[in-house]
């Protein structure tokens, strides 16, 4: 079985990269992840926040083939080809927060975070999904005997 997703879960939400801007699309950008070409990304830019510069503006802001600082928002791998949605809002870019699959409370994924991110695969085949948890939260769903594995996830990442 050849599985589409593997080199895109070397990435994680929350992660910051360098992107290269590829083309001005109505919505957005095309862009290129450093390190990660062979991936699809992009940046809709009208859901940036704010209201987005004017499309004539794009070309000056964003210039096609400029490096520009983003995070990992959401890596699409239910179907091929695993697709990797980029932010660059500046608030974003500090402390990258989404809401916890299991609490529906904001979490950070940003290194120092208490955000975790679960990549969900299966035997049966290709393709993967995400879910978010705060660390606590994870650790109140593994059964109380498996002590071991409540140990591990409050660690993972930590120093």
């Known amino acids: ?24 699309e109505p919505w957005g950008l095309m862009t290129s992840i450093e390190g990660y070409e062979h991936l699809g990304s992009s940046i809709d830019l009208f859901q940036q926040g704010a209201p987005p510069p004017s499309h004539e503006q794009w070309p000056e802001l964003y210039p096609v083939g400029s490096a520009i600082d983003a995070v990992v928002m ?7 080809p695993a697709w990797v949605r980029l932010s660059i809002r500046p608030e974003e870019l500090q402390a990258f927060r989404v809401m916890c699959d299991f609490c529906l409370k904001s979490t950070i994924l940003s290194p120092g975070g208490d955000g975790l991110v679960l990549d969900i695969r299966s035997n049966d085949g290709a393709g993967a999904t995400t879910v978010i948890a705060h660390r606590e939260c994870l650790v109140e769903r593994v059964s109380p005997g498996s002590v071991g594995q409540q140990a591990r996830i409050r660690k993972v990442g930590r120093p």
């Not at 593997?6 to 083309?23: D, N, T, W």
């Open 74 to 80: 959401r890596i699409s791998r239910e179907h091929a």
């Open 1 to 24: 079985m050849q599985r589409f997703e593997v080199e895109s879960l070397a990435l994680l939400p929350g992660q910051r990269v360098q992107a290269k801007v590829l083309s001005h």
